[in-house]
């Protein structure tokens, strides 16, 4: 008999697969094996029962993990700063707090606004990692009710979110006893030419300022800390030796484009940290072209171009 023949019979005495006939039990276990993107998009779209399956089980939920999607782009895009694509964040963000009942554990998003991100918070106790890069509207007063209403906080990204200061640091050491990873990276304010167009000029001109203030709360109200990436930080040698005293367990440690830190001094800071495998210094000569900027070559260009004093070491 062909092969083909033998086939067709198989086929034809297979029996069909209803999966309406499925049961809550058998479709939740089945939409646990799914990603974000198809959960949202194709299971909990398809029909009602499959969407109530899913809602009955809040653990599905329990990570909203949109750093995927933002990396497929490849780039930041202008689009994502306006609030029609906040709006969009935050509707995500909103659900997936309430689907989870309680078992969110893990938010990474970008812009979102301070109320999303405040609504979240208020019932995700359980709350771990909380990525929120690259959000203008997340201010001091949402990050307030992050360190009130989720304490097993162990990881934080708030990088490139200007409206939050030093005090949010503090509340969050107070409030956070198991943080060990924390980035708060800023943009490249040697030259922003590669934001310009694409974030808003009056954000990018708002760069956190207080970089020493913000390095003696973390050695203060942070002592716990493992990983600590503070990229184009504005902070000194004075920040640098607070955190040095204050956070002994660090094991990596990002400094780059810090560009107020001198080598020596960095040397004499990181001496009196025995954990550390990492060390990520700011690199005063790296090409510019690191950047995506090619206009005068390489960092001691820019140094004499501009007549600052910032890289001498």
Known sequence: MATADVIGEAEAGAEERDWSE?????????FSR?????????????????????RSRPSLFAAINLEPAFAAVGADAADWWTP????????????SASLAEGE???????????????????SS??????SIRSSPSVSDRSMLTVALFCPMLTELDISYCHEVSYKSLKVIGQNCPNLIVLNRNVFNWLDSSEHVGIVPDAYLRSCPEDGD???????KFMQKLKHLIIRFSKLSGVGLNAISVGCKELEVLDLFGCANLTNRGIEQATCNL???????KPNFFVPR?????????????YDERFQTNVFQI
């Not at 106790?125 to 909380?130: H, N, R, V």
Request: aromatic letters at 8%; charged letters at 25%; hydrophobic letters at 45%.
């Open 104 to 122: 969110l554990r893990e938010v990474r998003v970008r812009h979102c606004s301070g109320d999303a991100l405040a609504f979240a918070a208020e």
């Open 125 to 130: 106790p359980k709350l771990g990692i909380l």
């Open 274 to 280: 025995k954990n550390l495998k990492k060390l990520e």
């Open 34 to 54: 799914l990603g974000l993107e198809d959960l949202w998009r194709g299971a909990m779209a398809c029909c009602r029962s499959w969407r109530d399956a899913a």
């Open 22 to 30: 499925m049961t809550p039990v058998c479709l939740s276990e089945a």
């Open 213 to 219: 203030r913000e390095a003696i709360t973390i050695s």
């Open 84 to 95: 029609a694509f906040q709006r969009r964040v935050d509707a995500m963000l909103r659900s």
């Open 289 to 301: 072209s690191s950047f995506h900027m090619g206009r005068y070559g390489h960092w001691q260009l």
